[in-house]
Nanobody, 122 residues
């Protein structure tokens, strides 16, 4: 069983930065991801990282602004979010998957955190 605990959300102004953290405990998992869900919208893929080798994938909407990373020693994943926009407002979920493929699909991620809210004011 895998447990995920996110932190770092909050209310910021457009152009500001935030860093989300996700402590991952338990086994097994191969990849960690971030998804988000805005009010009235479907959950969408943000970014993922293959834990062992650090291979990264990110959605076009966040490329160049958001960076996923992980610290193996502390079993923590991060999502550094720069130049935030009002359209980034959402609940952000940390996820873990036992597989390393098709990570843009929410169904591939067996484990989900409780979510952390990010609100970007214009």
């Amino acid at each position: 069983q895998v447990q995920l605990v996110e932190s770092g959300g909050g209310l910021v102004q457009a152009g500001d930065s935030l860093r989300l953290s996700c402590v991952v405990s338990g086994r097994p998992f191969s990849s960690v991801g971030w998804f988000r869900q805005a009010p009235g919208k479907e959950r969408e893929f943000v970014s993922s990282i293959i834990w062992s080798v650090g291979i990264i994938d990110s959605a076009d909407a966040v490329k160049g602004r958001f960076t996923i990373s992980r610290d193996k020693a502390s079993n923590t994943a991060f999502l550094q979010m720069n130049n935030l926009k009002p359209e980034d407002t959402a609940v952000y979920y940390c996820t873990a998957a036992r597989r390393n493929w098709d990570l843009r699909s929410p169904s591939q991620h067996e484990y989900w955190g409780q979510g952390t809210r990010v609100t970007v004011a214009s």
